[in-house]
């Protein structure tokens, strides 16, 4: 699943990859670092929220930017957990395994009833492959923004005229990008666990994939706000779902 570039949509674009990918890509750990957070140090809340980054980020943004903060404040029946899923996790092709090893299946453990992902950007990518390799595992998603390949593979899809009518070929299986619209195109939304999706209206870095994504996902799961692909716009989206997290009745 390493993540590369095959094409530029704009100058903008190129130097924002290029500032964020100019140094060293960290080597991916074993077991995958996580922080932890909860509403009361001594209670554990029945559900767990995992949150994957950006690839401009590190895993305490979510602290950093309020966001814990506000999960609390709803008195929302969720601990937290931020995983360290870097670039270097989606480069080496172990983002799936580490997250299932090391943060979803020691959550099971330990008993938590309902696991939602959410991810923002690449995050977002992230998160749709944990749901194409371990479907059965989460109980639901919240996108945010999501980074959905280069817009190649956009202008392929547009020229079918739907994601429906697109089809990988097979001399192209093995790329990432493939992958993952060939699942976007087949996946059964009805049996699936839900995916909500929301995105920047001005959003220049992740403008073809998600408005491509919403037409294969319920319309009452999609949403846009007014922004760019910016931390401001990213916490628009995500307050609307928290909104809808807390009215999917996992209070027990």
Same mark, same amino acid.
Request: glycine residues 4%; proline residues 4%; without cysteine.
């Given at each position: 699943m390493a993540i590369q570039n095959r094409s530029w949509r704009s100058p903008f674009i190129a130097f924002? *990859? !290029?500032q964020l990918l100019s140094g060293c890509v960290a080597a991916p750990i074993t077991p995958m670092p996580s922080l932890s957070y909860r509403s009361d140090e001594n209670v554990r809340q029945p559900n767990l929220l995992v949150m994957m980054r950006g690839l401009g980020a590190d895993n305490n943004i979510? &602290? @950093?930017e309020g966001i814990i903060d506000e999960i609390r404040q709803r008195n929302l029946p969720f601990d937290v957990i931020a995983p360290d899923s870097h670039y270097g996790y989606y480069k080496a092709e172990t983002f799936e395994v580490r997250l299932k090893e090391d943060i979803i299946d020691p959550a099971r453990r330990q008993g938590y009833k309902h696991i939602w992902l959410s991810g923002f950007s690449m995050g977002g990518l992230g998160c749709l492959f944990y749901l194409r390799s371990y479907p059965d595992d989460i109980d639901g998603v919240f996108l945010t923004s999501p980074f959905l390949g280069w817009s190649s593979i956009h202008k392929d899809i547009r020229r079918a005229?739907? !994601?429906?009518?697109?089809s990988m070929k097979a001399e192209d299986a093995d790329e990432w990008e493939m992958k993952i619209w060939d699942w976007i195109k087949n996946h059964d939304p009805a049996k699936t666990p839900p995916i909500w999706l929301g995105y920047g209206e001005d959003d220049i870095l992740a403008s073809d994939g998600p408005p *491509? *994504? &919403? =037409? !294969? *996902?319920? @319309?009452?799961?999609?949403? =846009? !706000?007014p922004g760019n692909h910016t931390v401001s716009t990213f916490k628009k989206i995500f307050h609307r779902h928290l909104d809808t997290l807390s009215t999917q009745q996992l209070k027990p």
């Open positions: 924002i *990859l !290029v979510f &602290a @950093k005229g739907s !994601v429906a009518n697109w *491509l *994504l &919403a =037409t !294969v *996902l319920p @319309k009452d799961r999609v949403f =846009t !706000v």
